[in-house]
């Protein structure tokens, strides 16, 4: 079953937050930020050509012109496929572990997984940045020597920055899945 | 606890039969590693999986029963399967049942043992057999024999099916009592290509060390030992490149088989990094001999040295008048631009000498790029060096100049303000001068002071040459490190068959039904390029400066020589 809602992220873009409960022990949480638009594509790739004509009657040299779409191009697909980040995603499997994904605009994926033996918990951590207060959920690993320590912090969500509201309800979704691990009896 | 079941993708259209494979009690997983179909003697399957236990060292059992009935469901099959559970006791025993062409099967299992008697969720993960034991995982940790259960859980998946090869080598064609159905079980794969290149290696490989061993018996050799010559190897960067390029060629060419991966990965580096580098050489070479280049490129190279030194001969003319306007003391000039004016004079005069015989050594010295494009470069490198020894011997003798003024400055101006260098307490200490010192320590002050400006700006000529010189052979020898140290294999197969490099795993969720097993695809997420490249770099010799910019600045402002390429093994002077 799947539901989706409408939230804002920190600098006030609107996003959506989607849950699927795929089984008792897997939810999925995907944030998608808003998508590409046209008129900033155009407005950006007319730029560069109306200052790629102005050099070219100044130095009527037609390579100005090749070059401007040669790097028009090249920008935009470097832009599409290592920079813009459609969605990011976190699927929390009870027992298996929690795996993390950015899809890019170009359909590019970075999945990351972590097992659950090395998460110690998913907490909302809170950030001063320049004059705001930022919140993000990080997902806090085990060090393996100190049973109390934490080795390595992941932050989540980097791109999309949802809110506070948005983040609690993630939050809540994952704890209902990490207490399952808790409560459950080992294995006979 | 949740019981996961791995499940290789490949036996999903198995007949029906048991299952085998690994339980990982603390973690609650199956690992399944093959089917066995009816019929089949049980005491003989028992047999099967104790050999196969004692030559892989994994705990293979019997963990369950697998039916794959076309048709309508048979109630006489489930109660048999069921009572398989007693006679291999298993927990728990483990049953997927699929019906027809259903894409959700049904999992259950049945504990006899289990405290709680509540169902447990169990979740079906599919996993790629032949990739899964094809693929290493990075970090690679290391273990012994035994110690799997130490490590994470994947990476004790990936290491039972990479261990479990041997079960993998039985197909439907052999004739034994056991029957499997595994990735491997249509025919085990083999190709005729890699076979002939196993058999063809074992001689090529003791021609190789036979070869190395003479060559290396030359080099150590004492004739080579004597003091100028082996100055001159220790100098000459083609000389370490060869060197370095005789020790990849050892590694290769023993006959020890890789015991580890990385050595695996090390030795096809660098055997794929020498073949380019052979390939490139050879290019090169066949670039530079055709329409005879080399001779055009001889023919310029003393033209270009003479042009050289005239322009130091313009230089030093500037240098001895007005040069941007600075007045200069002018005896000192004078004494100094004649000094080096006359070195070039000398200079000038060898490379003529030598002139008829550059065509032929420099024909000589190009065969050699057959060896290699880096040592073509190296070569490159050293010609240069020595095309600009003049400028090295400059730099030498204005940098010792300038040292020596600035130090005896420092002491003089310590002696004009009354204090003194105190060599035991490593510290300035006031000290009462006599007149007559004082009188001659001020009068020197004052000489070196109005003399610092003309040393000042010969120093910083030749250095800003020196530097030049050096930054051209810095990348020079910058391309030939990145030549030698890239590990092109590993890119390769990277690129090609990225399941082998594995950072991890990914995992898909795929369409679920209520009431069924959550069902999952598992799939190797590979390293990224920049995690191979650091991964697998190839060691080279050369180490980068330690010196921080800030010292390099302290240095040039003193007067200290600059040492820019050290190598490791050689003494700082």
Same mark, same amino acid.
């Given at each position: 079953m799947a539901e989706e809602r409408r939230f804002r992220s920190a600098s006030g873009a609107p996003i959506a937050l989607r849950r699927r409960q795929h089984s008792a022990s897997c939810r999925e949480l995907a944030v998608r930020g808003p998508r590409l638009q046209l008129r900033s594509l155009s407005a950006a790739t007319s730029a560069v050509w109306l200052a790629a004509y102005g050099l070219f009657a100044l130095s009527e040299n037609s390579v100005v012109l090749s070059a401007a779409i040669f790097i028009s191009l090249i920008g935009l697909i470097i832009y599409l496929h290592?920079?813009?980040?459609d969605q990011e995603s976190l699927l929390v499997i009870g027992s298996l572990g929690i795996q993390v994904t950015s899809s890019y605009a170009s359909g590019k994926e970075s999945t990351t997984f972590i097992e659950m033996g090395r998460v110690k918990d998913v907490v909302i951590n809170e950030a001063i940045h320049m004059q705001k207060v930022i919140y993000y959920l990080c997902i806090l690993l085990q060090d393996p020597e100190d049973p109390?320590?934490?080795s390595e912090v992941v932050p989540l969500f980097q791109s999309s920055k949802p809110r506070l509201d948005c983040l609690i309800e993630v939050y809540k979704s994952c704890q209902e899945i990490l207490e399952q691990r808790k409560t459950a009896p080992q294995s006979s | 606890m949740v019981l996961k079941v791995f499940f290789p %993708? !490949? !036996? %999903? %259209?198995?007949?029906?039969g048991i299952l085998i494979g690994r339980w990982l009690s603390e973690q609650s997983s199956a690992v399944v590693l093959a089917v066995v179909h009816f019929p089949f003697i049980p005491v003989q399957v028992k047999q099967y999986l104790g050999d196969v236990q004692r030559v892989t060292k994994v705990s293979v059992s019997v963990l369950g029963s697998w039916s794959n009935s076309k048709q309508e469901k048979e109630e006489g099959l489930s109660e048999f399967l069921e009572d398989l559970g007693t006679i291999f006791s298993h927990e728990p025993w483990i049953q997927i049942s699929k019906e027809g062409d259903s894409k959700f099967w049904s999992c259950s299992t049945l504990q006899k043992h289990s405290s709680s008697p509540k169902e447990e969720e169990v979740i079906l993960v599919y996993y790629d057999q032949r990739k899964v034991m094809l693929s290493h995982l990075h970090p690679p940790l290391d273990t012994?024999?035994? *110690?799997? /259960?130490?490590?994470s859980k994947l990476s004790a998946i990936f290491d039972t099916v990479a261990r479990s090869r041997v079960l993998f080598?039985?197909? *439907?064609?052999? /004739?034994?009592?056991i029957k499997l159905t595994h990735w491997q079980s249509e025919g085990v794969e083999a190709s005729i290509i890699v076979e002939l290149l196993k058999q063809a290696s074992v001689p090529a490989c003791m021609l190789l060390t036979f070869l190395l061993s003479l060559v290396s018996g030359i080099c150590r050799s004492?004739? @080579?030992?004597?003091w100028p010559l082996s100055f001159l190897w220790s100098k000459l960067s083609t000389c370490e490149q060869l060197g370095h390029r005789l020790q990849h060629l050892q590694v290769i060419s023993s006959n020890k088989k890789a015991q580890t991966q990385i050595q695996l990965m090390r030795k096809a580096n660098i055997f794929v990094s020498l073949l380019i580098d052979v390939g490139l050489g050879i290019l090169l070479m066949s670039w530079l001999y055709r329409k005879n280049r080399i001779g055009h490129l001889a023919d310029t190279l003393i033209p270009v040295a003479d042009h050289v030194a005239e322009e130091l001969q313009d230089l030093l003319q500037w240098l001895m008048g007005a040069p941007a306007g600075l007045k200069m003391n002018r005896a000192l000039d004078q004494v100094l631009g004649r000094f080096f004016l006359y070195h070039i004079h000398l200079w000038i005069s060898y490379i003529h000498l030598m002139s008829p015989f550059i065509e032929m050594i420099l024909w000589y010295v190009g065969l050699s790029a057959c060896l290699g494009l880096t040592v073509a470069l190296c070569i490159l490198s050293d010609i240069i060096a020595l095309l600009t020894f003049h400028i090295y011997c400059f730099y030498v003798y204005g940098a010792r100049l300038y040292c020596l003024k600035i130090y005896g400055l420092s002491s003089l101006w310590r002696l004009f303000r009354g204090k003194k260098w105190n060599v035991l307490r490593q510290r300035v200490d006031s000290c009462s001068y006599d007149l007559d010192q004082l009188f001659i320590g001020t009068l020197l002050f004052t000489i070196l002071l109005f003399l610092l400006p003309t040393t000042a700006l010969y120093y910083l000529v030749f250095t800003l040459l020196r530097l030049l010189v050096v930054i051209v052979q810095g990348l020079i020898h910058l391309l030939v490190d990145l030549i030698d140290s890239l590990p092109l294999y590993s890119l390769i197969l990277r690129l !090609? *068959?990225?399941? *082998? @490099?594995?950072?991890g795993v990914k995992f898909r969720v795929l369409e679920q039904q209520a009431g069924k097993p959550l069902r999952l695809l598992m799939q190797i997420n590979p390293l990224s390029y920049g995690a191979v490249v650091q991964t697998y770099r190839l060691p080279t010799y050369s180490c980068y400066p330690k010196d921080s910019w800030a010292s390099l600045c302290k240095k040039l402002f003193l007067g200290e020589l600059i040492y820019p390429w050290k190598h490791k093994g050689e003494k700082q002077d």
């Open positions: 290592f920079i813009k980040i109390q320590g934490v | %993708s !490949c !036996c %999903s %259209s198995a007949d029906s012994a024999d035994g *110690r799997a /259960e130490d490590t080598m039985t197909d *439907r064609y052999d /004739e034994g009592p004492r004739v @080579l030992k004597f !090609c *068959r990225s399941y *082998r @490099l594995a950072a």
